[in-house]
Protein backbone atom coordinates (compact mmCIF):
# COMPACT_ATOMS: atom_id res chain seq x y z
CA UNK A 1 0.00 0.00 0.00
CA UNK A 2 1.27 3.07 -0.27
CA UNK A 3 1.87 6.28 1.67
CA UNK A 4 -0.35 9.39 1.57
CA UNK A 5 1.53 11.97 4.47
CA UNK A 6 -0.34 15.36 5.00
CA UNK A 7 0.89 18.51 5.81
CA UNK A 8 -0.63 20.29 8.53
CA UNK A 9 -1.95 23.12 6.16
CA UNK A 10 -3.12 20.17 3.84
CA UNK A 11 -5.26 18.49 7.19
CA UNK A 12 -6.82 22.45 7.86
CA UNK A 13 -7.75 22.59 4.20
CA UNK A 14 -10.06 19.47 4.78
CA UNK A 15 -11.19 20.80 7.35
CA UNK A 16 -11.89 23.92 5.70
CA UNK A 17 -14.18 22.32 2.94
CA UNK A 18 -15.97 20.52 5.63
CA UNK A 19 -17.13 23.33 7.70
CA UNK A 20 -17.88 25.53 3.94
CA UNK A 21 -19.81 22.63 2.56
CA UNK A 22 -20.60 21.26 5.61
CA UNK A 23 -22.40 24.50 6.21
CA UNK A 24 -24.99 23.61 3.78
CA UNK A 25 -25.27 19.91 4.19
CA UNK A 26 -22.99 17.56 6.50
CA UNK A 27 -23.90 14.60 4.50
CA UNK A 28 -22.21 16.04 0.74
CA UNK A 29 -19.34 17.43 2.28
CA UNK A 30 -18.36 13.59 3.85
CA UNK A 31 -19.41 12.50 0.35
CA UNK A 32 -16.73 15.11 -1.29
CA UNK A 33 -14.26 14.77 1.58
CA UNK A 34 -14.40 10.90 0.71
CA UNK A 35 -14.02 11.86 -3.02
CA UNK A 36 -11.05 13.52 -2.32
CA UNK A 37 -9.34 10.48 -0.11
CA UNK A 38 -10.34 7.97 -2.96
CA UNK A 39 -8.47 10.41 -5.26
CA UNK A 40 -5.36 10.52 -2.88
CA UNK A 41 -4.99 6.68 -2.89
CA UNK A 42 -5.16 7.20 -6.62
CA UNK A 43 -2.46 9.32 -6.51
CA UNK A 44 -0.70 7.32 -4.53
CA UNK A 45 -0.41 4.54 -6.47
CA UNK A 46 -0.03 6.80 -9.49
CA UNK A 47 1.62 9.73 -8.64
CA UNK A 48 2.66 10.80 -12.22
CA UNK A 49 -1.23 11.14 -12.83
CA UNK A 50 -1.35 14.34 -11.51
CA UNK A 51 -0.02 17.51 -13.69
CA UNK A 52 3.55 19.39 -13.33
CA UNK A 53 3.34 22.16 -11.04
CA UNK A 54 6.74 23.84 -11.36
CA UNK A 55 5.66 27.19 -12.32
CA UNK A 56 4.54 27.28 -8.49
CA UNK A 57 7.42 25.08 -6.76
CA UNK A 58 9.78 22.82 -7.80
CA UNK A 59 8.36 19.16 -7.68
CA UNK A 60 5.06 19.97 -7.16
CA UNK A 61 2.07 18.23 -9.22
CA UNK A 62 -1.82 19.18 -9.29
CA UNK A 63 -4.84 16.47 -9.02
CA UNK A 64 -8.60 17.83 -9.68
CA UNK A 65 -11.12 17.26 -7.96
CA UNK A 66 -14.71 18.96 -8.23
CA UNK A 67 -13.91 22.76 -7.81
CA UNK A 68 -10.91 22.05 -5.60
CA UNK A 69 -7.24 20.87 -6.74
CA UNK A 70 -4.74 18.72 -4.83
CA UNK A 71 -1.23 19.92 -5.07
CA UNK A 72 1.61 17.32 -3.87
CA UNK A 73 5.05 16.10 -4.25
CA UNK A 74 5.57 12.78 -4.86
CA UNK A 75 7.77 10.90 -2.54
CA UNK A 76 9.81 7.58 -1.61
CA UNK A 77 6.96 4.83 -1.82
CA UNK A 78 3.49 7.47 -2.12
CA UNK A 79 2.71 10.86 -2.04
CA UNK A 80 3.18 14.13 0.16
CA UNK A 81 -0.27 16.17 0.32
CA UNK A 82 1.09 20.37 0.15
CA UNK A 83 -2.45 21.79 -0.08
CA UNK A 84 -6.04 20.87 -1.36
CA UNK A 85 -7.45 24.40 -2.62
CA UNK A 86 -10.58 25.55 -4.43
CA UNK A 87 -9.36 26.79 -7.59
CA UNK A 88 -10.90 30.06 -7.49
CA UNK A 89 -8.67 30.57 -4.87
CA UNK A 90 -4.83 32.66 -5.89
CA UNK A 91 -3.27 29.81 -6.12
CA UNK A 92 0.22 31.37 -6.88
CA UNK A 93 -0.09 34.34 -4.08
CA UNK A 94 -0.63 30.86 -1.83
CA UNK A 95 2.70 29.44 -2.74
CA UNK A 96 4.27 32.44 -2.39
CA UNK A 97 3.87 32.92 0.83
Do not use: C
Request: hydrophobic letters at 40%; zero cysteines; aromatic letters at 10%.
Amino acid sequence: MSQIVQTPASLQDFDDIWDYIGGDSEKRAAAFIRKIEKALALLAENPEMGRTRNDLETNLRSFPVGNYIIFYEVIVGGIEVLRVLHGARDIPDIFES
